[in-house]
């Protein structure tokens, strides 16, 4: 870990303004994440900014029926609120599928969003990554990358989001709301938050510099069937070979939102269409342009069977 | 004390302790934070300063240049050990690779400096800015491409028994089938970790170590210094498995970075470190092959395995226990060993048998089914109470038979459908598995001190260790059991190099080995305590606290009156295992569920039955069966060092990508122990049991999953993807 300096900021305004002001500043909240890469200096911001006193850790009823979430609303809390529980099933899910007790207690909303891959490569700083060190190389095309993307990767990158929670919340179709460094605020469709890695893998989201993420809003409840499912290795504490978010309604129709498989939660809104015709009908358009690697390729095949599951498990 | 003839009547038979299910007495301590560990001894070396292990970044190469220059100019930094300034180094007997690289590197993560600072963190911020240039060479990652390379080692030869290759062309029915087995990490909680400290050209090495004796020797060979100027203290070990028998880096370069920073240092490995700069137990490839007649006699059984290692180091004896766990007049086993330039292979959790095992009792399952037998019958059918080889020389105790019997019964066996993919419950598949235990019992020499002291306390000064497996206590029951006091009136003293030599831990040899060594200095004391009092100690009985001939009664305290007495001794075993094949047995069962959609594997329950010799306390006894069951899980499920092939590292080092079982993943464990007692084996009729508790499990977990789902995997781990292709359409 290399020296920081530190501060504690006041307002979500001046916590922009402070990493907008301090080149390679970064916003620390609950640090389950920022902290150990810090540790293996993979992350090395020269000044922290911590805004866990910012008063953003409520959740709140918005005008139009939905919810807003506070960047900070940490994960356990989120999970076990009530509003929460009644109308949005699949993201209290997701989020419980996640992580262990102990981080999903001091990980934040809004960090959720923001954590790193888990590409073994971009952890090891002796190794190549483009994630990493913009330019060097990725280690992981043609190495270990059972765990990697099968969609969406790019020469430059392979790299899958680990999270669970942001697959429920693009699923439910959530908005980001930031601040600016200038006060500005702005309001992103999830859908448009995080980036492929194209040829910038180290810019994974359209956060500018210094933007602070101050809530998450869930529109009004969808109904349905909310089912999240998550494949793994071990029955716990472990990412996702492949997950599913989905809201299956009484007609047949729905949603269904991917993890696991890409650079960011993955969903063809235009496939959705053909859920009554069942899992294969939907993943033949979801995943097509798929470019697995021989390692992952089976996650393809993972992915349709695991819809196929949700589906069964939410037709009854 | 010499063994040399079967065990008859001696103080242990009471069976006032041995035998009891006794809480650990070292319990206390764990869970109040205080038994000191090998990082955490501020009592002895308050001062110390922290040294940060930086590791090479090629798997095979020479080093160009390193430069220091910023490092040591890094706020707090005391000093950097790198093989420029760290004098002539030797290589302890037991390690393969160098502890320190320089300028050779051979393998990934092989230590190269050690920056020592004041602090932790700045001395790996420092670490951070040590510059090492590299001429990286090409090495041989791929043990499959190296197969046709590899050799025969010189331990262990092969063997043959009749003619295999003709009893095998002619059986009716046959078995050809190729297995593989991943690398695999110990993975044990407390990472290698070392306090050093140096005073008068000698040093003290707090440490995480199985085998003291091993490591002061090997620590002094590196150094170069006389072995009485080392001394190893090991009280208590967060783990080992195999990974801590030997002297590794962390105790190398505190030592090293004490003496270049003129202060106590202590190191620890950084968990990312480990997978690459420590041991690791090698992948294997084995061919095994059976023939048998049509009513299920094995008439050929062959065993094949190739393992790498880096030059000099030795192969997994996978094939060993095929030698003699089943009956069959003519047999094959042959070990082959290639040149690979991965991390350094070496023991983990029974080797040799553990993946050995992994292969053979799936061979046998897939007999069975070939022959219509239920694979029970099969292995009962093939039983031997003699070694196949040497038929005059009988196992000293084998209940194989029994344990597959009893388990059978326990669990429900009955239930099991023979068919596989029949079983279906909600969203899951169920199936059931069974595989034999196997793994030898081996005895060491062990010394221990006993001390009576005036206030009454029993001490036991011996540097066997306790890697959590309860050695404290099974050596408590034996002094109190010997000389007839409390338990609670015996102190046990381990881990440290002053003490008498100890059989150490490894190989399930310390439990009956390191007891009956502490027996033998019992009785050495029961001697000069006797003698003390005047009494005959061949006629003198040690019960309740007092020493007894016919009605001359006396506290035994009063030996100590004049002062402390103080007996040593040591058990050294003859040649009772040439003429007895000593081996622990047992039947391992599993039901798991496989999602009939994701092919997702869980462990729904588990049962081993065992027969290992006289169980000394059944408490410790199930917490190391239950534990090496739950390695067994993780070793056919998902435990894999992932090779990258193109720059010869371990690429999942870490505790997120090499996983291991959690909580979630062991519903539910039952262990059963047969009475036994194994009168060959040692004065306390005892075996080892913790390996045993993981030989066979893989197979048994891999059994269920066919049972359940009609697909037969053999390359290890049994991962999701490896069924999906062929599993039951889902209805």
């Known amino acids: ?316 | 004390m010499k063994f040399e003839t079967p065990a008859t009547t001696n103080p242990i038979d009471q069976l006032k302790h041995i035998g009891k299910p006794t809480p650990r007495i070292d319990g206390p301590q764990k869970t109040t934070g205080t038994a000191p560990y090998a990082y955490e001894r501020h009592d002895r070396a308050p001062d110390a300063a922290y040294g940060y292990v930086v590791g090479a970044t090629i798997a095979k190469g020479r080093i160009t240049g390193i430069d220091a220059s910023r490092a040591r100019a890094a706020p707090g930094v005391l000093a950097v050990v790198t093989a420029q300034n760290a004098g002539k180094l030797g290589k302890g007997e037991k390690n393969t690779a160098r502890l320190l690289a320089g300028p050779e590197v051979e393998h990934y993560h092989q230590a190269v400096a050690v920056v020592v600072a004041e602090t932790f963190e700045q001395a790996r911020a420092a670490a951070g800015l040590l510059r090492v240039d590299y001429a990286p060479a090409k090495g041989a990652f791929d043990l499959a491409a190296a197969k046709g390379s590899a050799e025969s080692p010189k331990d262990p030869p092969d063997s043959h028994v009749g003619d295999f290759d003709k009893a095998f062309a002619t059986a009716p029915v046959k078995l050809d089938a190729t297995y593989t087995t991943p690398d695999q990490s110990h993975a044990m909680m407390e990472p290698h970790a070392s306090t050093a400290a140096w005073e008068d050209g000698a040093v003290t090495i707090w440490t995480a170590n199985q085998m003291i004796d091993w490591g002061r020797s090997d620590m002094a060979a590196t150094l170069g210094i006389p072995k009485a100027k080392v001394r190893l203290v090991s009280p208590f070990i967060g783990g080992g498995f195999g990974g801590k028998l030997f002297l590794r880096a962390d105790a190398l370069l505190a030592a090293l970075g004490a003496k270049a920073a003129g202060r106590p240092v202590k190191v620890a490995l950084t968990r990312p470190m480990m997978f690459n700069n420590t041991t690791h137990r090698p992948a294997t490839i084995q061919r095994i092959r059976i023939g048998a007649t049509r009513d299920g006699k094995i008439t050929a059984i062959g065993h094949e395995t190739w393992s790498g290692d880096l030059p000099g180091g030795g192969a997994e004896t996978a094939a060993e226990q095929t030698k003699l766990l089943y009956a069959g007049a003519n047999r094959l086993t042959a070990t082959k060993l290639a040149v690979l330039d991965l991390p350094e292979g070496n023991a983990m959790r029974a080797p040799g048998e553990a993946p050995g095992l992994m292969a053979l009792e799936i061979a046998i399952d897939e007999m069975a089914e070939k022959l219509g037998l239920d694979p029970i019958e099969f292995r009962i059918r093939n039983d031997t109470q003699v070694d196949p080889a040497k038929p005059e020389r009988p196992f000293s105790q084998r209940q194989l038979v029994e344990c597959l019997r009893q388990g059978a019964d326990r669990f429900g066996w009955k239930d099991r459908n023979a068919t596989p993919g029949r079983r279906r419950e909600g969203r899951w598949l169920v199936g059931m598995g069974v595989a034999a235990a196997f793994r030898n019992n081996l005895t060491m020499k062990s010394g221990a001190r006993m001390r009576l002291q005036p206030d009454g306390l029993v001490v036991v000064e011996t540097d066997m260790t306790d890697i959590g497996t309860g050695s404290y206590t099974i050596i408590a029951q034996t002094a109190a059991e010997t000389l007839g006091v409390p338990l609670k009136q015996v102190v046990v003293r381990l881990g440290d190099s002053s003490f008498p030599v100890s059989a150490g831990s490894g190989g399930q040899w310390g439990g009956n080995s390191s007891t009956a060594g502490v027996y033998a200095a019992c009785m050495k004391l029961r001697e000069v305590a006797a003698g003390k009092l005047g009494l005959d100690p061949q006629k003198a009985e040690f019960v309740d606290g007092r020493v007894r001939v016919g009605n001359d009664s006396r506290p035994l305290i009063e030996a100590a009156r004049d002062g402390e007495l103080v007996a040593e001794d040591f058990i050294e075993f003859g040649d009772l295992a040439k003429k007895y094949q000593q081996s622990t047995f047992g039947g391992h069962f599993v039901e798991v569920g496989v999602d009939a959609w994701t092919a997702e594997v869980r462990v729904r329950r588990m049962l081993a039955v065992c027969a290992a010799g006289r169980i000394l306390n059944p408490t410790s006894a199930r917490s190391q069966v239950i534990g090496a069951m739950t390695m067994g899980t993780g070793a056919a499920l998902m435990e894999e060092l992932v090779v990258d092939k193109r720059r010869g590292f371990f690429a999942n080092h870490d505790l997120a990508g090499y996983e291991v079982p959690v909580h979630a993943d062991i519903p539910h464990q039952e262990v059963v122990f047969l009475d036994e007692v194994d009168p060959v084996s040692s004065p306390m009729k005892a075996k080892g049991v913790g390996e045993l508790g993981i030989c066979g499990v893989g197979a048994a977990v891999a059994n269920a999953v066919y049972n359940a789902t009609g697909v037969r995997v053999r390359d290890y781990p049994i991962t999701l993807d490896k069924l999906l292709d062929g599993m039951p359409a889902v209805a």
């Open chain 1, 1 to 316: 870990m290399r020296t920081f300096t530190y501060e504690r900021a006041k307002s979500p305004a001046e916590a922009a303004a402070a990493v907008a002001r301090n080149p390679g500043a970064r916003f620390i909240a609950g640090g389950t994440n920022l902290l150990d890469l810090m540790k293996l200096e993979i992350e090395t911001p020269a000044h922290l900014v911590d805004v866990n006193r910012l008063e953003l850790d409520r959740i709140e009823a918005t005008k139009d029926g939905g919810l807003r979430i506070g960047a900070l609303v940490r994960n356990t809390d989120l999970a076990a609120d009530k509003r929460v529980r009644k109308d949005y099933g699949v993201l209290s899910r997701a989020l419980l599928a996640g992580a262990s007790g102990q981080l999903r207690n001091k990980a934040t909303t809004a960090g959720n969003l923001l954590q790193r891959t888990r590409c073994p490569y971009f952890y090891d700083t002796a190794q190549p990554c483009n994630k990493r060190t913009p330019g060097s190389g990725c280690s992981a095309i043609g190495g270990f990358s059972r765990p990697l993307a099968v969609i969406g990767s790019s020469d430059q990158c392979i790299a899958t989001h680990p999270s669970d929670m942001a697959v429920a919340m693009r699923v439910l179709d959530a908005v980001v709301e930031t601040v600016r460094p200038n006060g500005e605020t702005r309001a992103i469709p999830i859908a448009d938050f995080h980036r492929l890695p194209e040829k910038t893998p180290a810019v994974e989201t359209v956060l500018a510099p210094g933007e602070l993420i101050t809530a998450v809003t869930l529109p009004a409840p969808v109904g349905g069937k909310q089912v999240y499912r998550k494949v793994r290795d071990r029955a716990s504490y472990a990412f996702a070979l492949v997950s599913v978010a989905a809201v299956v309604q009484p007609d047949g129709g729905g949603r269904a939102a991917f993890g696991g498989v890409a650079h960011r939660p993955w969903r063809v809104e235009a496939a959705e269409a053909a859920m009554p015709r069942g899992a294969k009908a939907v993943t033949d358009q979801v995943f097509a342009g798929a470019r697995p690697t021989e390692q992952n390729a089976f996650k393809l095949v993972l992915a349709e069977r695991t819809l196929g599951s949700v589906l069964a498990e939410a037709r009854g």
